[in-house]
């Protein structure tokens, strides 16, 4: 009958808006997911607005949660994890990909490290290194960082192509990751284009090249590694670029759909910690119709030498 | 540009599964909706099965997210409260709902009384004031009590039509309520059939019959009070009978198609506290065709007298 996929997603919820599961969720049950989210926090919007209230779980909570979950035996192809609130959050997600991964060997983990962006820690120092040693455990399948995060993961800056290998290889080899992709690093000397930039161990990186939208978003990065996890699962992680330039393909019409509604209710593009953010939430609910094309793309990949 | 619709839903998140806000969430999605989930509880699983691993948000844990909402001058038309883990929880729902009508007398408080099913309550019965006190307020502006829940509310037993019509006129005048659907109702001597029974005060209610399906479903009341919340907004509450048509009719295609799964798993039905539960969880994410038909339906209503 149906096709089952079912992928347990460990992140933030906020009641308004969409960062976190709430931006992950749609897309992938439009794709055909079942998506069980375990929130780690409920914050009332994203924080980007300067003011939130809410509330987060502490990693005996998480892992308790997931407790209930193996009890029922359910069954999932996939764990994607993002934001998580704490360095013992993290340890918990730790033990539940373990757990996870000795069930079931081929669950694919797409792993977002979130940690921070341009130039900038969001989380507390002492988290760094719990993810490094999920890093190294081997059981990640791939990742997803932004630039600043790769710097702070492999203590590289990323301000030479030559650099930007040097840290993939260094990712690949060191924390035993397979398959990594790098979003939004800002182009050498073009601050109208963002790259992607990804990596299977042993092959050739590529590079997709984009124009850059001169707005604020929050949840992009959560959006693209949720579709990044169904196009991988659906073209192969043998397939990586092909993979990435679907999922970025959907990631770049959901930004131009928000963004031109920004503009329709006079707002040019908005700052953080004001009122203009809610007019740039991430238009998820009405760009369905985007969530579905599957097959369709005009984004490029080429070579990364 | 788009039209935008906005609902906060209050009541709960279980990871797995489809109940409360998993249940509510998604059909409305697919309808336009952008649907701000504040989950009251966050469980592993429903209750149904026997075991369950969670978290129940307090009161002020509730009023301090929805002020943080409030901060950001969020705008709903809706609110659709459900499952709520405590009285102190309805007692924070009433001061939400009383601060959004102040701010918008306009919005429609969809309240569905979850309280118990079948002659057993399982909420504390220091709900019950409670929820009596809220709907006496005049606030509230559509309930969907099932018919245990209207004998819980009102102290009539709907063991006759006769009943039925004296407890509709009860909450119509006692609890200042306009609009009430109970789902649910048995047919008093042919078990293979349920009905809804709705009315509008000072209009003549209606009735819809439709075939049982043999198994045990969770979840199905919230989202028949999710869909109901849509279809009222679109067809307008004047419109109560032809709305609630078009509820019913999506609920039923997705209980069939639940339930042909469960058997291709062959798996006969479910039964509480089961393994087999998993199998007959609603299966909303293989119903999204199903969500985005709006106008057709077979489903007909006829005069309850």
Redesign the interface.
């Known amino acids: ?2 096709t089952e996929k079912q992928v ?1 997603a460990i992140q933030s ?1 906020v ?2 808006g969409y960062v976190g599961n ?1 931006s992950a969720t ?1 897309p992938l ?2 794709r ?3 998506v ?4 780690a926090v ?4 994203h924080t980007g ?1 300067g ?5 987060k ?1 502490s990693g005996s ?1 998480i892992k ?6 193996r ?4 069954e999932y192809q996939a764990l994607l994890t993002g934001y998580l609130p704490s360095a013992e959050a993290v340890e918990a997600v730790f033990e539940v990909g373990t757990q996870m991964k000795s069930t079931n060997k081929d669950m694919i983990w797409l792993l977002d490290p979130v940690m921070g962006d341009e130039g900038r820690l969001y989380v507390k120092e002492d988290v760094i290194p719990v993810y490094k040693k999920i890093l190294k455990s081997g059981l990640v399948t791939l990742i997803t960082p932004n630039h600043f995060e790769v710097e702070v993961l492999t203590g590289i800056q990323l301000n030479s192509k030559e650099n930007v290998i040097k840290a993939l290889d260094f990712m690949h080899r060191e924390y035993n990751i397979e398959h990594i992709v790098i979003s939004s690093v800002p182009h050498a000397t073009d601050n109208t284009i963002l790259l992607t930039i990804g990596s299977t161990i042993n092959e050739k990186p590529f590079v997709i090249r984009q124009s850059k939208i001169q707005s604020y978003f929050t949840g992009t990065g959560d959006l693209f590694a949720a579709l990044l996890l169904d196009s991988v699962h659906r073209y192969g992680l043998s397939n990586l670029a092909i993979a990435t330039t679907r999922a970025i393909s959907i990631v770049s019409k959901t930004l131009k759909r928000t963004y ?2 920004g503009l ?1 209710k006079n707002v040019p593009g908005c700052k953080m910690a004001d ?1 203009s953010m ?1 007019f740039y939430e991430l ?4 760009c ?1 119709d985007i969530f579905s094309q599957i097959e369709h793309t005009d984004v490029k990949y080429e070579e990364y030498a």
């Open positions: 009958m149906q347990l919820h009641v308004h709430k749609l049950q439009i055909g997911w079942d069980d989210c375990l929130n409920q914050f009332s919007n607005y003011h939130v209230e809410g509330y779980l909570q308790n949660i997931y407790e209930g979950l009890a029922q035996e359910f031109e509604f329709s009122k809610k238009r998820l609910v009405q369905i």
